[in-house]
C-alpha cells in the first residue's frame, strides 16, 4: 500500500531564516505531487505541482520555492522566511492513469514564524 | 477566478441531529467533486467524490452529497450526526483540463456535542 511522509511535524522557525520541508511517498511511482497550505481561518492553497522529476509548476507567487530531486520525493523551500509563511503545510500525491484521481494527503506540517 | 465557497464556517450539532453544509463553486466547464474531512489528529482523507453518472453520490460513514448542477452546488448530508463526525470538512473541484489539481474551499469546523 502507498503512504506519504512529511517531516518535520512542526517547526518554529525566525523571520530572515531558511526553510527545508520534505515529503516522501512509498508505494507508487511516477505519481503527481502538490504542496499546499491552510493559513489559519482559510482553506488549503494549492502552492506547487510537479507531474514529473525536476516539474515544478508554481501556482501563486510568493516566497517559497519547490524542488523535485527524486521520483517520491518533493521539498519545500525558502530562503528567507516571512511572518507570513506561517500555516499548515500540507504534501500530496495522486496517481498519473489520465483519468482524475483522489489525492492522498500526508500529515502536514504546522509551521510558526516568529 | 474559479472559486469554492463553503458557507457555514462553524457549525454546532447535538448528536442525531441533521447535517448539511453547503459548497457552492464557480465555474462554468466540467468539474469533478470532492469532500475531504480531517478528524482531529489525523490526515486528511477522502469522504466522497462525484465524476459523473448520478448526482447522487454515497461516501464512508453514512454521508452523501447531491450535485447540482444548475445551482453549482455539491451539498454534504447526514442525516443523524454522532460526536465522531466531529472534524474539518473541504469542498474541493479539480477543473477539467488541470493537472489533478484540487481547489479547497475554506472548510467548516463541525462540532457535534452528546
Known amino acids: 500500500s502507498q503512504t506519504i511522509h512529511q517531516w518535520p511535524a512542526t517547526l518554529v522557525q525566525p523571520v530572515g531564516s531558511p526553510l527545508s520541508l520534505e515529503c516522501t511517498v512509498e508505494?507508487?511511482?511516477?505519481?503527481?505531487l502538490y504542496w499546499y497550505r491552510q493559513a489559519a481561518g482559510r482553506g488549503l492553497q494549492l502552492l506547487f505541482y510537479?507531474?514529473?522529476?525536476?516539474?515544478i509548476s508554481s501556482e501563486v507567487p510568493q516566497n517559497l520555492s519547490a524542488s523535485r530531486p527524486q521520483d517520491r520525493q518533493f521539498i519545500l523551500s525558502s530562503k528567507k522566511l516571512l511572518l507570513s509563511d506561517s500555516g499548515f503545510y500540507l504534501c500530496?500525491?495522486?496517481?498519473?492513469?489520465?483519468?482524475?484521481?483522489?489525492?492522498?494527503f500526508g500529515p502536514g506540517t504546522r509551521l510558526t514564524v516568529l | 477566478a474559479q472559486s469554492v465557497s463553503q458557507h457555514n464556517h462553524h457549525v454546532i450539532l447535538s448528536e442525531a441531529a441533521s447535517l448539511e453544509l453547503g459548497c457552492n463553486y464557480s465555474?462554468?466547464?466540467?468539474?469533478?467533486l470532492f469532500w475531504y474531512v480531517q478528524y482531529p489528529g489525523q490526515h486528511l482523507q477522502l469522504l466522497l467524490k462525484?465524476?459523473?453518472?448520478?448526482?447522487l453520490v454515497k461516501g464512508i460513514k453514512g454521508f452523501e452529497a447531491e450535485f447540482i448542477k444548475s445551482k453549482f452546488s455539491f451539498n454534504l448530508r447526514k442525516p443523524s450526526v454522532q460526536w465522531s463526525d466531529t472534524a474539518e470538512y473541504f469542498c474541493?473541484?479539480?477543473?477539467?483540463?488541470?493537472?489533478?489539481?484540487?481547489?479547497f474551499g475554506a472548510g467548516t469546523r463541525l462540532a457535534v456535542h452528546p
Open positions: 508505494g507508487t511511482s511516477n505519481p503527481n
Open positions: 465555474y462554468g466547464g466540467t468539474v469533478n
Open positions: 510537479s507531474v514529473g522529476i525536476g516539474q
Open positions: 474541493a473541484v479539480i477543473l477539467s483540463g488541470g493537472y489533478n489539481k484540487l481547489i
Open positions: 500530496a500525491w495522486s496517481r498519473t492513469s489520465g483519468r482524475i484521481n483522489e489525492q492522498f
Open positions: 462525484y465524476f459523473s453518472g448520478d448526482p
